[in-house]
């Protein structure tokens, strides 16, 4: 499925809503782009070219640089016991392996081609319209294809008792080996 139609945006939003979950959190600007982050409308053109995007590119997520190979953006969409955020991953970047305690983790793939790894399997493609649940306590890292930008819904609990453990970088001779 390569693009989203109007009509599974709006089901996305519908379910988002029925959730009853509290939207929060703004969209900075091309202006407000961040030391060494590209701006937003670069991000958008680049999506454009495969698959376009869904929903806002976010914000540079500075706080998380150190857990990142590459740049980032951040779009949270909802938050109260459940949070909901679009991940906009640039070429080539993925994040560190690392853990949820408290919560397992839904990615939603909405554009572009990236990989998630669970810690002892092979990696497997994320595409727009796949969705894989990532157990609460397991090792695993995701992000953009080598040679793609990627974006992503994340969907975890939020709250006391939810936390994530950032552990070492993956591999980047095992990385290089991807599509």
Request: aromatic residues 8%; negative net charge; proline residues 5%.
């Amino acid at each position: 499925m390569k693009n989203w139609t109007k009509k599974m945006k709006l089901a996305v939003l519908a379910g988002v809503l029925a959730a009853g979950l509290t939207s929060f959190g703004g969209v900075a600007d091309a202006a407000e782009a961040a030391e060494g982050y590209p701006a937003v409308e670069e991000v958008k053109a680049e999506l454009g070219k495969e698959a376009g995007t869904i929903f806002e590119i976010g914000s540079p997520n500075v706080n998380y640089d150190k857990y990142f190979t590459g740049k980032t953006f951040l779009a949270p969409l909802a938050s109260d016991k459940i949070g909901v955020a679009n991940v906009t991953f640039t070429k080539g970047t993925i994040n560190h392996w690392h853990i949820h305690h408290g919560t397992c983790q839904i990615l939603v793939g909405e554009s572009g081609r990236g990989y998630y790894q669970i810690w002892g399997e092979e990696p497997k493609e994320i595409l727009p319209g796949t969705v894989v649940t990532i157990p609460e306590g397991t090792k695993h890292w995701h992000g953009a294809g080598p040679n793609n930008m990627m974006q992503h819904l994340s969907v975890m609990l939020s709250g006391e008792g939810v936390s994530t453990e950032w552990l070492e970088p993956v591999d980047p001779v095992e990385y290089a080996k991807l599509k």
